[in-house]
């Protein structure tokens, strides 16, 4: 079982990390971290105002514009990156035993992510030494053409709740080598990995104000995006939330990354094992409780085999075991917080209210009396146009929606305000790569829940703008400037190291 306090992980949760060094909040408001399997108290941080987060984006516009920082080499920058990584990996204990307290992954889960972790950044210290920063290029007007690709700016990175750790360090570690500095703002539910990373910040002597961590809510973060000084918002999180900071970005034209919601096809066809595909929707429907952007939720299966699979599934599921994330037997444990075991009990109801057939799940486990589990639950004979089908529930609810034909089955995963994740189930190597080329999806898989943040992972429509990870999450975080020069000059000037002439 967890502690009841979370307090020996960080040092300092009543305080900001600003300018370098840790300071006293503008007011005495406190955020608590309530822990989702006892429903108590894991953390109580600091409750970021307006003037904190002034404060903090302050520190990091002078640091961007008058610090050592954005003027670095890349290959000083990458050595920052490898200290981070390094004091990263003798802190992955506290990650991964702080986080099943935040929003209730099993210990075996975010022990993996945490030791994950540290390649992210030593991966992007090594794009220093093989990434095009500038470019020499004949110039059509004559003379020496120079592309240079320069750090963006101030940037506001906005975490969600589910998966903190691990998305915090796909946009802190291309936003550090491109030169940028930033502004941290954790969500209140999950703010242990931000304070750590502030911590390592400090242990290595990273130059003031490259970053800065205020945790906030939602109306001291907005004041974050409207704020002219910051030149970027990197933001995971909800649709709803996504649209508003775009708009918000779009009155000012600041940069904007988005790595919206999903409502993931797969598609079954007629030549895959229906019990193998069952074991493959099962085991990546538990994985954090099914609160992941780029979960599974639509299985769309070949009409006469719809049956087959909903068996198979609700059998699968049937032997997940729920219970405290702390516990090596558990499978699954709770969702996050109270209001999203409400959200996803009312998505249940309206299923059922709408004629989908309930197969297994549906409800809190009898034998758990404190915390928000939820059964992972399974839908059959689902219209694809009914709420259950078209909305992101963010819990461990799939909807089976039978189709008929390559063409229905791509029609039907189309056919929705998302385009985030999708996988093809099938033998036909061919027929796979053909249905996935039609699938209007950032990332598709074969034969299993396959997204991998090296090729670069977002969506299409409503799923977000832009990506993250690999070398197409390092360009947000770059500005690309045209230098013509007479080649008097071009021919006896050769490019500095970090890409400034």
Not at 37 to 66: Q, W
Not at 303 to 311: I, Q
Request: hydrophobic share 45%.
């Amino acid at each position: 079982m967890a502690n009841s306090l979370g307090y020996g992980i960080i040092r300092n949760p009543d305080q900001f990390f600003i300018g370098g060094r840790w300071v006293k909040p503008s007011s005495d408001a406190m955020l608590d971290v309530i822990a989702p399997a006892t429903e108590t108290v894991f953390l109580s941080v600091a409750e970021g105002k307006e003037s904190d987060i002034d404060h903090a984006v302050a520190a990091a516009r002078h640091a961007f514009d008058n610090g050592p920082w954005p003027r670095l080499a890349h290959a000083q920058r990458a050595e920052y990156l490898r200290a981070l990584s390094a004091k990263l990996s003798e802190r992955a204990g506290d990650i991964a035993q702080a986080w099943p307290s935040e929003m209730g992954v099993i210990l075996p889960v975010a022990q993996g992510t945490a030791s994950f972790l540290p390649s992210i950044y030593e991966y992007y210290a090594g794009l220093a030494d093989i990434f095009p920063f500038e470019e020499r290029r004949v110039a059509s007007t004559g003379g020496t053409g120079l592309l240079i690709r320069e750090p963006v700016g101030v940037v506001g990175i906005i975490i969600p709740w589910n998966a903190a750790p691990f998305l915090l360090a796909f946009k802190l570690a291309p936003a550090l080598l491109a030169g940028c500095t930033v502004v941290i703002k954790p969500s209140p539910e999950a703010p242990v990995a931000s304070y750590i990373m502030a911590e390592i910040a400090e242990a290595i002597g990273l130059p003031p104000g490259v970053i800065n961590v205020v945790t906030a809510d939602r109306q001291a973060s907005e004041s974050l995006v409207r704020d002219p000084r910051v030149d970027k918002i990197s933001f995971t999180g909800s649709s709803a939330v996504g649209r508003r900071i775009a708009s918000i970005c779009g009155e000012r034209l600041a940069r904007y990354t988005l790595e919206l919601g999903g409502k993931s096809p797969a598609l079954l066809f007629d030549d895959y094992d229906v019990e193998a595909a069952a074991a493959c929707i099962s085991q990546s429907t538990r994985v954090m409780t099914g609160q992941v952007c780029a979960a599974l939720t639509r299985v769309i299966v070949e009409e006469s085999r719809h049956d087959a699979f909903v068996e198979a599934l609700s059998a699968s599921f049937k032997t997940i075991r729920i219970g405290d994330p702390y516990d090596p037997q558990s499978d699954m444990g709770p969702l996050a917080m109270a209001r999203q075991r409400d959200r996803v009990e009312e998505y249940i109801a309206k299923g059922v209210a709408q004629g989908a057939q309930l197969a297994t799940g549906g409800g809190r486990p009898a034998y758990l009396n404190r915390g928000f589990y939820i059964e992972p639950t399974v839908f059959g004979r689902v219209d694809n146009r009914s709420v259950i089908a078209q909305e992101e529930i963010f819990g461990p609810v799939i909807c089976v929606i039978p189709a008929k034909g390559d063409d229905e089955m791509v029609k039907i995963a189309n056919d929705s305000p998302f385009g985030l994740n999708a996988s093809v189930f099938t033998n036909d190597h061919g027929r796979a790569l053909a249905v996935s080329r039609r699938l209007q999806s950032g990332s598709v898989g074969h034969n299993g829940f396959h997204v991998d943040p090296t090729l670069g992972f977002g969506g299409f429509k409503q799923s977000g703008v832009g990506r993250e990870g690999g070398i197409e999450g390092l360009l947000p975080y770059l500005e690309s400037k045209a230098v013509v020069m007479d080649d008097a000059i071009a021919s006896t000037t050769k490019p500095h190291a970090a890409g400034v002439l």
